[in-house]
């Protein structure tokens, strides 16, 4: 497969806007909320994509506008299905077979523009794509079983009818996020924290997606659980071959995860690299600063983060020209006058600063995130 083959989402110039209504004494006016503004990136088949920031920068937006949960203002997503599916599809039984052999006939053109997909086409489209939340307690609905739960998308999108097939679908799936198969009749308040979420990652991953949006998975759990299930997703997704976006504040949870790592400050990208490249050699004055503050792996390393000044800022009202220049150690004149161009600095490494070829920030092995 070439390069160009195997990059399943496109992310191009993507903006999401919330109007915004500001009182004033006499009157009001309606102000643009920029949550997402031009964004652009792509997604490999089978990869996993972490995106970081603090909150408010935007993260979660672009998980729920590339699912369509929210439509985008502007800029395009583009799904490639490639037809690669069916062959994977055939594995996971004759039903599921059937389904996406439909799908490729009703999506013969191979890439679909998510960002401009009629609401009957994304309705059948959206069992290709999935999300989970954050919190494994308000995202069940208490009155369901747990096998309903898992087998409520099968039904939704029309993909199984036969009740013995549905069952049997649960059953492989729930198997495969280790859930205890004689649970499966109980309902949610009788599970723990991790074995809820391992529910919704069952859910999740029924409808057999190529992309699933991990909005803080795992930010709810304890650090021994987060472990476990960080590795069952690794494990799900060398078996499946699903690519994730993993949205997290916690940058060794991402480190853990990521093959590729995404950093957003005020609703734009500062950087996108290989995990590797990001952690030891970042370009940005911002991701040097988040990694700063990570505790390190070795007690005896140097460790001093660095103090961003002030607040981020309100996307109502965003600095001109660079928008982390109020906080930017290395500012200049120019940073609050020009934007910054997204360039390709190295390769597939995307930064969006004036002044980066002049910064090392490259960290040495050994000052890694904790595990
Ligand atoms: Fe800092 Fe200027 Fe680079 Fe923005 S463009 S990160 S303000 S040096």
């Known amino acids: ?27 009001s006016e309606i102000k643009q909320l920029r949550a997402v503004d031009g964004v652009s990136f792509d997604i490999k088949r089978g990869e996993t994509v972490g995106l970081v920031g603090e909150s408010g920068s935007g993260k979660t937006t672009v998980g729920r506008a590339i699912l369509r949960a929210i439509d985008p203002s502007d800029g395009e997503v583009v799904f490639h299905t490639n037809g690669h599916d069916v062959d994977i599809a055939q594995a996971e039984g004759e039903e599921l077979r059937k389904f996406r052999q439909h799908m490729n006939m009703v999506f013969s053109e191979g890439s679909v ?12 489209f959206r069992s290709r794509m999935s999300l989970v939340f954050q919190d494994p307690y308000s995202s069940l609905n208490p009155r369901m079983t747990v096998r309903d739960i898992i087998a409520e998308p099968l039904i939704a999108s029309g993909m199984m009818k036969d009740r013995q097939a549905i069952d049997d679908r649960v059953r492989e799936i729930a198997a495969r996020c280790k859930l205890n198969l004689e649970h ?21 991953l029924v409808s057999r997606p190529d992309f699933v949006v991990c909005d803080e998975s795992v930010s709810a759990l304890d650090v021994s659980i987060q472990a476990e299930i960080v590795n069952l997703l690794k494990d799900l997704q060398k078996e499946m071959g699903v690519a994730f976006l993993f949205i997290a504040h916690d940058l060794s949870v991402v480190a853990q995860m990521s093959h590729r790592v995404a950093v957003m400050y005020v609703g734009k990208f500062v950087e996108y690299a290989s995990t590797e490249q990001l952690f030891f050699a970042p370009r940005h004055p911002y991701t040097h600063a988040l990694l700063s503050a990570i505790p390190r792996a070795d007690p005896d390393a140097e460790f001093n983060p660095i103090k961003l000044q002030g607040e981020i ?6 600095p001109s020209g660079c928008r982390f220049h109020s906080r930017c150690p290395f500012a200049r004149e120019r940073c609050s006058q020009e934007a910054p161009e997204w ?8 930064v969006a600063c004036h002044f980066t070829e002049e910064f090392d920030f490259s960290r040495q092995k050994g000052q890694e995130p904790r595990e």
Do not use: W, Y
Request: aromatic share 6%; proline share 5%.
């Open 184 to 204: 499966l009749r109980r309902f949610p308040h009788a599970f723990s924290g991790g074995q809820r979420q391992r529910i919704c990652i069952a859910r999740a």
């Open 1 to 27: 497969m070439t390069a160009a083959e195997n990059i399943l989402i496109e992310v191009k110039d993507l903006q999401v806007r919330f109007p915004i209504r500001k009182k004033k004494l006499f009157s």
């Open 113 to 124: 523009n998510l960002s401009s997909l009629a609401s009957d086409r994304l309705r059948l």
């Open 313 to 318: 800022p309100n996307p109502l009202d965003a």
């Open 343 to 350: 360039r390709e600095v190295d390769i597939e490494h995307f």
